[in-house]
């Protein structure tokens, strides 16, 4: 028999018998997860493997639980392994933290002996494989906001008061903006330039909860977008897509910079900006995507913090004045 699969059907069966060992040790209770699954988890769990870095691990970290593994990404130039926006939105990271960096690997999972895993939907292939390891709790993005991802993942680890004071600072930081932005009377957008086309959520993430929690208005052709989906539009949209206030982003975690964002908008339409009157204005503004992106109570107060110090101290033009 070839030599990797023996060696992986070892890990498999190792980590079956520490899985059971897990169970007699701790307090256990059964839960449903999203594809209907009733499973037997730990009570408090001491040893998470999350196997989707900024969807899963970030909201861990800011939970105050550290996952024994995770998945993440890899610099191609380098090689480096890094959990994405980690250093930059929670200040942990592979290389400075005991969180192993285990891919979708079952031998790494295996070696690093969790109590519990948690994946997507879009690992339910080795699903199997790791229920062998440990109880494997599937989540599905497509059901769930974010905040009920957070919610999910709190009562999983028992960290559901810390979960209610990061909301607390959060239901703040939005009133903060209401009570200083006539938030009703404002437009504003999220659009991504992209191999020539503009794409628009409707709500774009933390960034657009953000916006939306805060009581901004949308364009019409915006909140014509199912929630949760979005829609990509050509140049001939650009008016209809235009407002107040715009907002684009940037992957500093590729190195870029907000000219690569300008670039893909003249990519789209050359001097983009002639027609957009936010643009024109200076009131388009431009921040990193880590911020406006990631599943994390920090991208949502430095996305409210950019909102609430950009507009309120600027004497905006009206849309069609």
């Given at each position: 028999?070839?030599?990797?699969?023996?060696?992986?059907?070892?890990?498999?069966?190792?980590?079956?018998?520490?899985?059971?060992?897990?169970?007699?040790?701790?307090?256990?209770?059964?839960?449903?997860?999203?594809?209907?699954?009733?499973?037997?988890?730990?009570?408090?769990?001491?040893?998470?493997?999350?196997?989707?870095?900024?969807?899963l691990?970030?909201?861990?970290?800011?939970?105050?639980?550290?996952?024994?593994?995770?998945?993440?990404?890899?610099?191609?130039?380098?090689?480096?392994?890094?959990?994405?926006?980690?250093?930059?939105?929670?200040?942990?990271?592979?290389?400075?933290?005991?969180?192993?960096?285990?891919?979708?690997?079952?031998?790494?999972?295996?070696?690093?002996?969790?109590?519990?895993?948690?994946?997507?939907?879009?690992?339910?292939?080795?699903?199997?494989?790791?229920?062998?390891?440990?109880?494997?709790?599937?989540?599905?993005?497509?059901?769930?906001?974010?905040?009920?991802?957070?919610?999910?993942?709190?009562?999983?680890?028992?960290?559901?008061?810390?979960?209610?004071t990061?909301?607390?600072?959060?239901?703040?930081?939005?009133?903060?903006?209401k009570?200083?932005?006539?938030?009703?009377?404002?437009?504003?957008?999220?659009?991504?330039?992209?191999?020539?086309?503009?794409?628009?959520?409707?709500?774009?993430?933390?960034?657009?909860?953000?916006?939306?929690?805060?009581?901004?208005?949308?364009?019409?052709?915006?909140?014509?977008?199912?929630?949760?989906?979005r829609?990509?539009?050509s140049?001939?949209?650009?008016?209809?897509?235009?407002?107040?206030?715009?907002f684009?982003?940037?992957?500093?975690?590729?190195?870029?910079?907000?000219q690569?964002t300008?670039?893909?908008?003249?990519?789209?339409?050359?001097?983009?900006?002639?027609y957009?009157?936010?643009?024109?204005?200076?009131?388009?503004?431009?921040?990193?995507?880590?911020?406006?992106?990631?599943?994390?109570?920090?991208?949502?107060?430095?996305?409210?913090?950019?909102?609430?110090?950009?507009?309120?101290?600027?004497?905006?033009?009206?849309?069609?004045k």
């Amino acid at each position: 028999m070839n030599k990797i699969i023996l060696k992986t059907i070892a890990a498999i069966g190792f980590a079956a018998i520490t899985s059971f060992s897990f169970a007699q040790a701790s307090d256990m209770r059964q839960i449903k997860d999203d594809v209907g699954r009733d499973l037997q988890v730990p009570v408090s769990p001491t040893a998470i493997v999350a196997l989707h870095d900024s969807m899963l691990t970030l909201p861990l970290i800011e939970l105050g639980v550290l996952p024994v593994g995770s998945d993440g990404r890899t610099d191609k130039a380098t090689g480096r392994n890094f959990i994405r926006a980690g250093k930059s939105l929670t200040g942990i990271d592979f290389d400075n933290s005991s969180i192993k960096y285990v891919s979708s690997d079952l031998e790494k999972i295996a070696a690093v002996k969790p109590d519990l895993i948690i994946i997507s939907t879009g690992d339910q292939d080795i699903l199997d494989k790791l229920q062998a390891i440990a109880p494997t709790f599937v989540i599905d993005y497509d059901k769930r906001t974010r905040i009920q991802i957070f919610e999910i993942l709190a009562e999983l680890s028992n960290t559901v008061a810390k979960l209610d004071t990061l909301k607390t600072r959060y239901n703040q930081q939005i009133q903060d903006i209401k009570n200083v932005i006539d938030t009703q009377n404002i437009t504003v957008n999220v659009m991504q330039p992209s191999k020539g086309k503009i794409l628009v959520w409707n709500s774009y993430f933390s960034l657009g909860k953000v916006l939306r929690d805060a009581g901004f208005k949308f364009p019409k052709i915006v909140n014509e977008i199912k929630p949760g989906e979005r829609a990509q539009f050509s140049a001939e949209k650009l008016q209809e897509l235009d407002a107040d206030y715009i907002f684009v982003t940037y992957r500093t975690d590729r190195n870029h910079t907000p000219q690569n964002t300008v670039a893909d908008f003249e990519d789209v339409i050359p001097n983009f900006c002639n027609y957009l009157k936010a643009c024109r204005e200076n009131q388009m503004l431009v921040m990193p995507r880590e911020a406006a992106s990631s599943n994390s109570f920090t991208a949502l107060g430095l996305s409210a913090f950019t909102v609430l110090t950009h507009i309120s101290g600027n004497p905006y033009k009206k849309l069609g004045k």
